[in-house]
């Protein structure tokens, strides 16, 4: 294109590397999709009982929460921000859905359901406002609310445990119930990443997300709302804790102020290996939902292929680590494909 | 159609405009000239909403309007095409120009097929090819400038302002955009143009108007102005010489490049230098020009080839090397590679030399406050304090250091990419004179420069790459424009008139 006029135009030239980008955008799901169906069927070659019904369920049931846990800091994170505290707000969700069942047994479960996001959403809405209004970075922020959270559950459970005594059977059926042999816990992540996809990549907010996240000072001077743009992130990732949390009620039936401790860093690991670009700009929901499958299933594949559960964490660890690599060579490639691609000629 | 009456802005105790008044007319094109830190910039952010004005006012067909944002200047139908690419490097070049004001179809979901086709549609108007589906990362920054101008098109905008779209363009780009330029301009459209190079001006502009330090100078047809008058306007003084290039004799060989080779990009180039002399790398934007002086300083890997400094070849690859050995490359793109934007003058100044000032491996900050003065004073670096980020200079400005922290490492052979884009005439003769000085010392100098009048007025030799070939050495006597653009454009007379800055 910058080619003068007098030589022939490389437009022919141009085709291939359009489809190679194309190729490398999805490729990033595509692994991890490949990583997935290649560690179940390895186990399953090791033990075929890995993949009966019951375990498959058991698997989905243990990837929901994380998954839309990884949904909503993917959507923070693409914002070039991180939210530390998901886990606090997890928990702290978790047992205000409790304590409304103990104070309301004949609460319907729609109410507590939103009561939950709600939680959330306000707890976002703290993390969103802080980070917008007093420009402090939001690894600082989050690192402070992650503790002033769990400090408010701690200091409002004082040691209690609520037991699955203390709530409706219908409200603990949605945590074990199944549609189709589908968990409808699952159902739920599974709504829950479509939306965010869909809404990411085909709004025009969604797509603000991506230039905030790509460049900052550029998005500022295109006028797109920054400030208001990354606290309503902070209100989704705060908003999907919230029903996380619910959702964690609902499965475990016995919650105590601990619930959802040390989940930020799971979550943070899994939209990462998931391909989303810890300094923002790409990546998707979908990819960071993989990875959040991907986690869970090494966790109950490891020991039904012999390897000590004590690995669990250094494989987790290697999976970054390889995500990161990945990324970082593809971009590499990426970059020379393009580089070659603007080729004038030569 | 809008009207600055009496606009001054500070940021903290500098004043970056005071008291400026501007009238911009629908259906012509107003040229804005000034040497850097003269305040255009500044100018061109209150237009386009970035920063309000601290008083004065600004009237939209004869209302008053403030804008609370870019946003808003966007839809009073005032597009921008900044001076530096703002671009989104991951999302793609479609995006990239449309975000924000995507087509939508049912549902306000994102009509891509029909975001990709307009795309092309104005890539068509401008006689381009970039593919709409590409990041914008990776674009060479002529292609990025092409998107930004794709994007202000994009608008139909009542206002075009343009803060020196051409610094990175080649000739023929040069003449689409003046063409579409022309066209809007029929159209009813008002066109700022922002630009130092005075051909350009002089080529599409109805009406001039002149800043100095941050004040109105003159505003004049352009029919009734001449180069060296807009000049004396600009600088408020006569400039003497614009290329000072003092006769040296050359020394020895002290750049001996031979087959270098870096497939897709150029291929067996060998070429000398030698103390005392200028050589400039003339080209297209694209010609590898860039590409060839990143491989000789170790930037990029090669494929072939070999590099001597001072007869001593240097290890392919290695950049620390090559400054031992005694380069130094001031690069194109300062913003990105050539400073460290958030750190302070001083700093940036003494970077390559940090380890020669530290005392026992730390850096205190007693000689590097002393370094630094000795060389942003012999440059002339207007800053309000050595300790104020590089960010906050005007380009110009932000050059002399860049060209500061080099010069302070002493070097043997000093290779300059474009050392002039995007700065005004006072500085431009202020570099020419520092050149021509470094010579005069004995160092070889070799210049990568997209300008014709600077290539011609400063080189001892003229070295023209066309498609990746070093196609021709052209020594002082016979360069002339038609010699050099024959061989850039690849022996075709007829677009000789296509890259003259």
């Known amino acids: ?163 699955a005594a203390d709530m409706p059977p219908g409200f603990l059926r949605l ?31 969604g797509r603000e997300l991506y230039a905030i996240g790509s460049e900052p000072d550029a998005a500022r001077l295109y006028g797109i709302p920054v400030g208001r743009r990354v606290f309503w992130a902070f209100v989704t990732s705060g908003a999907l804790a919230g029903l996380a949390g619910v959702l964690h009620a609902a499965r475990f039936g016995t919650i105590d102020a601990n619930a959802g401790l040390g989940q930020e860093l799971n979550v943070v690991a899994a939209v990462v290996v998931g391909g989303v670009a810890i300094f ?53 490639r990426l970059a020379r494909r393009l580089a070659g691609g603007t080729d004038r000629g030569r | 159609m809008l009207a600055l009456r009496g606009v001054s802005k500070s940021f903290g105790a500098v004043a970056a405009l005071r008291d400026v008044d501007l009238e911009l007319v629908a259906g012509e094109t107003h040229a804005l000239v000034g040497e850097n830190g003269a305040g255009k910039s500044t100018l061109v952010r209150i237009l386009a909403g970035v920063h309000p004005p601290d008083t004065g006012t600004m009237l939209l067909d004869g209302e008053p309007v403030t804008f609370g944002g870019p946003a808003d200047a966007r839809a009073a139908g005032i597009a921008v095409i900044y001076q530096e690419p703002t671009l989104f490097p991951d999302l793609s070049v479609a995006e990239n120009i449309f975000m924000g004001r995507q087509p939508l179809r049912a549902g306000r979901r994102i009509d891509t097929a029909a975001m990709r086709a307009r795309a092309c549609e104005l890539f068509g108007r401008l006689g381009v090819h970039i593919d709409p589906d590409r990041p914008a990362r990776g674009l060479s920054i002529a292609d990025q400038q092409l998107v930004e101008i794709a994007k202000a098109l994009s608008t139909n905008a009542r206002l075009l302002v343009m803060d020196e779209p051409t610094a990175a363009l080649s000739g023929v780009e040069v003449e689409r955009l003046f063409a579409v330029a022309r066209s809007l301009r029929d159209d009813g459209a008002a066109v700022l143009f922002i630009s130092h190079r005075f051909d350009e001006v002089f080529d599409l502009c109805e009406r001039i108007t002149v800043m100095r330090d941050g004040r109105w100078v003159d505003t004049a047809p352009t029919s009734a102005l001449t180069v060296d008058a807009v000049v004396r306007k600009m600088v408020g003084r006569d400039v003497a010489t614009l290329f000072p290039k003092l006769d040296t004799t050359p020394g020895d060989v002290r750049l001996d490049v031979r087959g270098l080779t870096r497939h897709g990009f150029f291929r067996d180039v060998s070429f000398t230098v030698r103390g005392g002399e200028i050589v400039a790398l003339a080209g297209l934007v694209g010609a590898g020009r860039s590409e060839v002086v990143r491989a000789v300083f ?123 884009r995007g700065i005004d005439v006072g500085t431009k003769a202020e570099v020419h004179r520092l050149l021509s000085e470094l010579a005069a010392d ?43 653009m024959v061989a850039a454009t690849g022996a075709a007379p007829g677009a000789a008139r296509g890259a003259q800055p």
């Open chain 1, 175 to 205: 945590g074990t119930a199944s549609i189709l042999g589908v968990p409808v816990l699952a159902l739920f992540a599974v709504v829950v990443v479509v939306g965010a996809g869909l809404f990411l990549r085909s709004y025009r907010s």
């Open chain 2, 298 to 420: 170790g930037v990029d890997r090669t494929d072939a080839g070999e590099v001597f400094v001072e007869g001593r070849r240097l290890p392919p690859g290695d950049t620390p090397a090559a400054i031992a050995a005694g380069l130094a490359l001031v690069p194109e793109d300062r913003r990105q590679q050539g400073l460290v934007m958030e750190l302070s003058v001083e700093r940036n100044a003494t970077l390559p030399r940090r380890w020669a000032l530290a005392r026992a491996g730390l850096l205190f900050g007693g000689a590097e406050r002393r370094s630094a003065a000795t060389w942003t004073q012999r440059l002339q670096v207007k800053a309000a304090r050595p300790t104020d980020p590089v960010g906050t200079l005007s380009g110009g400005n932000q050059q002399k250091v860049v060209l500061a922290k080099w010069l302070s490492t002493g070097p043997r052979v000093l290779i300059v990419d474009e050392p002039t």
């Open chain 1, 1 to 163: 294109m910058t080619a003068p006029a007098t030589t022939p135009a490389p437009a022919p030239e141009r085709a291939a590397p359009a489809s190679a980008v194309h190729r490398l955008f999805v490729v990033r799901e595509l692994g991890i999709a490949l990583a997935l169906v290649l560690l179940v069927a390895v186990t399953f070659a090791v033990n075929t009982r890995f993949l009966s019904a019951q375990n498959i369920k058991d698997l989905l049931l243990g990837a929901t929460i994380l998954a839309i846990l990884a949904v909503g800091q993917a959507i923070v994170i693409i914002t070039r921000n991180v939210d530390l505290s998901v886990g606090s707000i997890l928990g702290l969700a978790a047992f205000a859905t409790g304590t409304l069942f103990v104070d309301n047994p004949g609460l319907p479960i729609p109410v507590a359901l939103l009561a939950g996001i709600a939680l959330g959403a306000v707890c976002g809405a703290i993390n969103g406002g802080l980070i917008a209004a007093a420009r402090v970075p939001a690894l600082v922020v989050t690192l402070g609310t992650l503790y002033v959270f769990r400090g408010l559950d701690y200091t409002w459970a004082t040691g209690q445990q609520i037991n």
């Open chain 1, 280 to 332: 923002g700009g790409s990546g998707s929901v979908y990819g960071a939902a993989l990875g959040a499958v991907l986690l869970t299933t090494i966790g109950s594949a490891l020991p039904v292929l012999g390897i000590n559960p004590f690995w669990q964490r250094a494989a987790v660890g290697v999976l970054i680590l390889a995500a990161i690599g990945l990324d970082r060579s593809l971009a590499v």
């Open chain 2, 442 to 484: 004995g160092v070889a100098v070799l210049m990568v420069s997209s300008e014709l009048p600077e290539v011609l007025g400063m080189a001892d030799r003229v070295l023209v790459m066309h498609e990746g070939r070093l196609v021709a050495d052209i020594p002082r006597a016979t360069a002339d424009e038609e010699s050099v």
